[in-house]
């Protein structure tokens, strides 16, 4: 039997499904595995020590399941560990003929389509946001506009902890949003720079004047990997297309990860536990 080689898709929880289900309705021929660090989430307030030592982990982890290329769907993770995992661990480890992608860049690269005023405000965990990642991709593709920043560190825990539709979200989701609204009159435009905060979109909506974009960052990244393999023919190649899909988190809780993934993805999900070290 032919051994699988799959899409890998990172998350640090179960909000990377946002950017799965996007990338598999967009790409369904290919095997898919998702890996969700549960166990260890949020990482979105640790330093960066720990975020890079847990991806690196975790990407180690799907190379060893065979995935040719893995996608790092986490914004902390990709503010926080993707460049030191290209630059500095994947030339010196066994996995040199590997690829690991990040959602910021593919993101910042078209964001600026989005806004009229040329103003946009983007949300993030204190780790995305503190990384001034968005703010410097962003200033690279489209100059003239202006970035405002939000962090957001209650509402992973919110989604996390399954109390994203109760009323109590409510207030949290009003707070930080008038945090960056009170930044400029002007901002038309809100990017949802955390896997996590599509789960919240509905409330956000009613939070925020109908004229405001707010844009959740799946179908960016989707399309922009669509374009990646096709450029990189000699990553595609090495792909299996059998629409095989796995799931696999770092909480033991597997029934609760499942629970929460449907409300996120069509397949039905049924996890693994798997362990990392400490
Ligand atoms: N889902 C991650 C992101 O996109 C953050 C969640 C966390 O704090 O673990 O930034």
């Known amino acids: 039997m032919e051994s699988s080689r799959p899409i890998g898709v990172f998350d640090s929880g179960i909000g990377g499904l946002t950017v799965y289900r996007s990338i598999a309705k967009q790409l369904p021929q290919y095997d898919y595995i998702y890996l969700g660090d549960n166990g260890r989430a949020p990482y979105g307030n640790r330093s960066f020590k720990t975020i890079h030592e847990y991806t690196w982990e975790c990407v180690q982890w799907m190379f060893n399941?065979?995935?040719?290329?893995?996608?790092?769907?986490?914004?902390?993770?990709?503010?926080?560990?993707?460049?030191?995992?290209?630059?500095?661990?994947?030339?010196?480890?066994?996995?040199?003929?590997?690829?690991?992608?990040?959602?910021?860049?593919?993101?910042?690269?078209?964001?600026?389509?989005?806004?009229?005023?040329?103003?946009?405000?983007?949300?993030?965990?204190?780790?995305?946001?503190?990384?001034?990642?968005?703010?410097?991709?962003?200033?690279?593709?489209?100059?003239?506009?202006?970035?405002?920043?939000?962090?957001?560190?209650?509402?992973?825990?919110?989604?996390?902890?399954?109390?994203?539709?109760?009323?109590?979200?409510?207030?949290?989701?009003?707070?930080?949003?008038?945090?960056?609204?009170?930044?400029?009159?002007?901002?038309?435009?809100?990017?949802?720079?955390?896997?996590?905060?599509p789960l919240l979109q509905d409330k956000i909506k009613t939070h925020l004047p109908a004229d405001v974009n707010v844009v959740a960052q799946g179908d960016i990244v989707a399309v922009s990997l669509a374009d990646y393999l096709q450029r990189h023919p000699d990553i595609e190649e090495k792909l299996t297309r059998n629409q095989d899909r796995r799931f696999f988190t770092t909480t033991d809780d597997t029934e609760d990860f499942d629970k929460h993934a449907s409300l996120f993805t069509d397949d039905e999900v049924k996890s693994t536990y798997v362990s990392m070290k400490q």
Not at 86 to 115: C, F, M, W
Not at 171 to 178: A, E, M
Request: negative net charge.
């Open 65 to 197: 399941q065979g995935c040719p290329l893995v996608i790092l769907a986490c914004n902390t993770a990709s503010a926080k560990a993707l460049r030191t995992i290209q630059q500095q661990d994947l030339p010196n480890s066994p996995y040199t003929h590997k690829r690991v992608l990040g959602v910021i860049r593919p993101t910042a690269e078209v964001i600026g389509e989005y806004t009229n005023s040329n103003q946009i405000g983007v949300l993030g965990t204190k780790g995305t946001i503190q990384s001034n990642s968005y703010l410097i991709e962003i200033e690279k593709f489209f100059p003239d506009v202006k970035v405002y920043q939000q962090a957001c560190p209650l509402w992973v825990p919110l989604i996390e902890n399954g109390e994203y539709n109760k009323p109590g979200a409510d207030y949290y989701v009003q707070q930080y949003l008038d945090e960056i609204m009170s930044q400029s009159a002007h901002i038309d435009t809100l990017l949802l720079a955390c896997t996590h905060y």
